[in-house]
């Protein structure tokens, strides 16, 4: 079982306990199973799931230092999650954090519900909306440790959906592949504008992945002024 994300995941210097192993299995199998009817992912094979959605998911950890990310009050949301990537990986891995997972299409939302009650995964939260208009609820805006984001838009896009979540303090990663260099600098006014500063962008090496991929880090350093994020639809159409 799992046999390609075990191995991938060694390379990280990640063991997954026998329990973990299984949530894994069974995650796939629900994804596989209602992907026939709702279109969820186009990756279904056995292994191409274990790396391109499980361990791409998990290299995460390479930026995250354990004893943050077990802190009582650390909290975490998935902006654009889909079928639960990279949130529902990173929550398989580590338990206790307190997971949003937010996604505008209820059909993929649906599936969520079902794979977290599945998976027993306890403190999970599953939000339909735009993060457009999510980001300036109270309950939502600021309130965040980790924003993440996988395959959603562009760095300047993405900045603009996400740090507005982010609690001063906190930090933003968003998982990019491919060349990003121009990417980011487009990003640097949004960055700046939303309260954050680019903290790094990590480059993972890990061969069963092949290409390039990275992780860009952002931290919150100021409040995000209240017009922020615009409009659905206006941070992607005209960002920053
Ligand atoms: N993060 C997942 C992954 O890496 O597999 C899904 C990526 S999929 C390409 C993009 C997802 O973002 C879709 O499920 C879409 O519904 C969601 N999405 C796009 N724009 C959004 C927004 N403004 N607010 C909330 N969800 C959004």
């Not at 654009?80 to 505008?104: H, R, W």
């Amino acid at each position: 079982m799992m046999e390609k994300l075990i191995e991938g995941v060694g390379k990280l210097g990640i063991e997954l306990n026998a329990t973990q192993v299984k949530q894994f299995e069974l995650y796939y199998q629900e994804l596989v199973e209602w992907n026939r009817k709702f279109n969820l992912t186009a990756i279904t094979d056995y292994e191409e799931v274990q790396t391109k959605h499980f361990l791409d998911s998990l290299t995460l950890a390479l930026a995250l230092r354990e004893e943050e990310i077990r802190q009582p009050n650390f909290n975490i949301i998935d902006i654009g999650t889909g079928a639960g990537f990279p949130g529902v990986p990173l929550k398989i891995l580590f338990a206790e954090p307190k997971l949003v997972l937010l996604d505008s299409v209820g059909k993929r939302t649906a599936f969520l519900r079902h794979v977290v009650e599945q998976l027993e995964l306890d403190n999970v939260e599953i939000v339909v909306g735009r993060a457009e208009e999510i980001a300036h609820q109270p309950r939502f805006r600021q309130q965040f440790a980790l924003a993440l984001c996988r395959a959603v838009a562009s760095c300047a896009t993405l900045v603009e959906l996400a740090l507005p979540f982010c609690q001063i303090g906190g930090k933003f990663i968003a998982q990019k592949k491919g060349e990003i260099s121009q990417e980011i600098s487009n990003a640097s006014k949004a960055i700046a504008t939303l309260g954050g500063k680019l903290d790094q962008v990590k480059k993972i090496e890990v061969e069963e992945l092949g290409g390039e991929r990275y992780l860009v880090i952002v931290d919150k350093i100021y409040s995000t002024p209240e017009k922020y994020p615009r409009r659905s639809g206006v941070p992607k159409r005209h960002p920053i």
